[in-house]
């Protein structure tokens, strides 16, 4: 039989290795976070705007509560369509009304587009939050179950589908939980066209502040999801989120 012991410590030596890099970015994250807090701080405000903006744009690292400094600092900025950026993607993690409020405040909007959260919505929401537990815990199972395919051959069968079975789930959770693209108008007032060009039709005419669903992108469009229907907006005219 097998020596269990030499095959369970050769699999846990790939498993740390697997995710070391991933330990590695959360770390250097948590640090950059920490001297970005400092400087917000000492009210080193623009020094450490730079520095959350790098945590969300480079490493896309970034927490709820840094949302929303990141907001604070842009409106007291004076560059209210970054703030109204902020506080949509913080809106993500806290869907509450107060948000959609002083967003309308910062775009002098009476009423927004694309902020509505439906059951479907939390339940992304929910699959994103753990989607990293979820992989590695299948992942997990899977090598297990591999590994007493040939350490009891004889129930070969039993252990073979399981194994199957959790591959399946780590492969879903890897390539299909994804966050759909999705963006804030930041520009206006914006033409939204039923076609990617000048000369089609006006959806309509709206200002910054409301969120759209991308579905692709065409040259200078993108296309996106305005209510039930298909229709583009000029990249230049949204921030993605």
Do not use: C
């Amino acid at each position: 039989m097998p020596n269990l012991r030499r095959i369970f410590l050769v699999f846990l030596s790939a498993f740390s290795l697997l995710y070391s890099h991933q330990a590695d970015s959360q770390t250097t994250g948590k640090t950059n976070l920490i001297t970005a807090d400092s400087l917000f701080g000492e009210k080193k405000y623009k020094e450490a705007l730079e520095g959350y903006e790098t945590l969300l744009y480079e490493e896309e690292a970034y927490s709820p509560a840094m949302l929303l400094k990141m907001g604070f600092i842009s409106e007291g900025l004076g560059d209210y369509g970054k703030a109204s950026l902020y506080l949509s993607k913080y809106y993500d993690y806290n869907p509450n009304p107060e948000v959609i409020d002083k967003i309308k405040s910062l775009t002098g909007q009476s009423s927004l587009e694309g902020y509505q959260v439906s059951d479907q919505d939390r339940f992304l929401r929910l699959l994103l939050e753990y989607k990293t537990i979820i992989s590695g815990t299948a992942a997990l199972l899977m090598l297990v179950f591999l590994i007493l395919v040939f350490v009891i051959p004889k129930k070969r069968t039993v252990f073979y589908y399981p194994s199957l079975l959790f591959l399946v789930i780590a492969f879903v959770s890897n390539n299909f939980i994804n966050k759909p693209d999705t963006g804030i108008i930041t520009g206006g007032p914006v033409l939204i066209m039923d076609s990617p060009s000048a000369a089609g039709n006006l959806v309509r005419r709206v200002e910054a502040g409301h969120r759209v669903t991308i579905t692709s992108s065409k040259d200078m469009w993108y296309q996106v999801q305005w209510g039930n229907k298909e229709a583009y907006i000029r990249k230049a005219d949204i921030s993605k989120i």
